[in-house]
């Protein structure tokens, strides 16, 4: 995925007042008032995000905890700040912050699958907003070392919950009681 950065601080008010090609093929995320435009995902990218989607929507239909979302898809966080996580739950408590223009405000659980390309945004810049704005957990997914990462926020900072490899162990989640996963079923297959 290939990244490229404004460096003009830019509101999401201002973004939304830009105009865009038709064929533009990229996609935006605005962080700390940076403009970020991104290119498609890899296929390897998109196979862990599938596997990842289906085993949480499995579990999330058996229990009815939320809505799920997958990539792309606006979160405004504030003025400042629109990722485009790679996989968003907002818990059905919060469910009126779902909007047809995309989700404005804080959900619950984000994910983000670290390509080449956004090791640094994903593991310091996105970790570090997500927890200055309280999202109760965030995981970071590596698909190079077959890896998963929950962060759970704890007195205003997120601590690690729970962490697993393909080689081994074994996932849980402070959001979703009785979530067990195991790396094998999101990386396995994978291109």
């Known amino acids: 995925m290939k990244t490229i950065v404004s460096h003009k601080k830019v509101s999401v008010s201002e973004f939304r007042e830009m105009l865009f090609d038709d064929k533009d093929d990229y996609y935006y995320e605005i962080i700390d008032g940076e403009m970020i435009r991104k290119s498609a995902p890899a296929p390897l990218h998109q196979e862990v995000s599938k596997n990842l989607l289906f085993v949480l929507e499995s579990f999330n239909r058996q229990h009815k905890n939320g809505k799920l979302f997958h990539a792309p898809i606006d ?13 968003v739950f907002v818990a059905q408590s919060k469910k009126v912050i779902i909007t047809n223009d995309g989700i404005m405000g804080v959900p619950d659980l984000i994910i983000e699958i670290i390509s080449p390309s956004s090791i640094i945004r994903d593991r310091i810049e996105k970790k570090n907003l997500y ?5 109760q957990e965030y995981w970071l997914v590596d698909p190079q070392y077959e890896a998963i990462e929950i962060y759970t926020l704890q007195n205003n900072r997120y601590e690690l919950y729970s962490a697993a490899t393909t080689l081994e162990g074994e ?14 079923e999101v990386f396995s297959a994978a291109v």
């Open 75 to 87: 979160v405004f966080l504030d003025e400042y700040n629109k990722p485009q996580p790679d996989l």
């Open 131 to 135: 927890e200055r704005m309280a999202v």
């Open 171 to 184: 996932l849980k989640s402070a959001l979703f009681d009785g979530l067990l996963i195991n790396p094998d």
